[in-house]
T-cell receptor
Framework: GAVVSQHPSRVICKSGTSVKIECRSLDFQATTMFWYRQFPKQSLMLMATSNEGSKATYEQGVEKDKFLINHASLTLSTLTVTSAHPEDSSFYIC???????????????FGSGTRLTVV | QKEVEQNSGPLSVPEGAIASLNCTYSDRGSQSFFWYRQYSGKSPELIMFIYSNGDKEDGRFTAQLNKASQYVSLLIRDSQPSDSATYLCAVIFEGAQKLVFGQGTRLTINP
């Protein structure tokens, strides 16, 4: 089945620094990728949708200058948390949709997630 | 605001019994519905998807969809302790491509 690889799985960074999270589709071309954030005991909240070769679409309330998304190829999307602060500490998860298959009824494949802790 | 609603639980079910999880959604035009299971500290994994009214069975899992009433449910038969997790209902709203998640129901299966 479709596999999405997400790295790193855990990262601790100092307040004010930037962190980059990578999401790769290993055996399919992901024309669309989604980035979610999940706080403890809460559900997944969509942050943005990225389409290969175009600018990401951010959900209301998500700062696009703080959460930079790049989807430069059909297999790689990155999320960079710039000038991270403790309130950005969360579980970040990417999800990819298989563009070649095109049948969205089969759901979307999730990466394993990145636990970000800002100290 | 298009929404997906779930009872957050926790729902406690004895081992071997049937666990019933429910979800309602606000957009009548929605076409695709998913159930994901999420263990603590892990990312969600797809359990079932359904897009036609009625029941869909896969092993111990049955998804039920009623578009007229705008609800989708998940039944887990012969519940096992390993089924203890948070179950997330997700919907693709009409005209959209993104998954919108409910708040999740925490399920505990008691041995």
């Amino acid at each position: 089945g479709a596999v999405v690889s997400q790295h790193p799985s855990r990262v601790i960074c100092k307040s004010g620094t930037s962190v980059k999270i990578e999401c790769r589709s290993l055996d399919f071309q992901a024309t669309t990728m989604f980035w979610y954030r999940q706080f403890p005991k809460q559900s997944l909240m969509l942050m943005a949708t990225s389409n290969e070769g175009s600018k990401a679409t951010y959900e209301q309330g998500v700062e696009k200058d703080k959460f930079l998304i790049n989807h430069a190829s059909l297999t790689l999307s990155t999320l960079t948390v710039t000038s991270a602060h403790p309130e950005d500490s969360s579980f970040y998860i990417c999800s990819a949709r298989d563009g070649a298959g095109g049948d969205y009824f089969y759901g979307y494949t999730f990466g394993s997630g990145t636990r970000l802790t800002v100290v | 605001q298009k929404e997906v609603e779930q009872n957050s639980g926790p729902l406690s079910v004895p081992e071997g019994a049937i666990a019933s999880l429910n979800c309602t959604y606000s957009d009548r035009g929605s076409q695709s519905f998913f159930w994901y299971r999420q263990y603590s500290g892990k990312s969600p994994e797809l359990i079932m998807f359904i897009y036609s009214n009625g029941d869909k069975e896969d092993g111990r899992f049955t998804a039920q969809l009623n578009k007229a009433s705008q609800y989708v449910s998940l039944l887990i038969r012969d519940s096992q302790p390993s089924d203890s997790a948070t179950y997330l209902c997700a919907v693709i709203f009409e005209g959209a491509q993104k998954l919108v998640f409910g708040q999740g129901t925490r399920l505990t299966i008691n041995p």
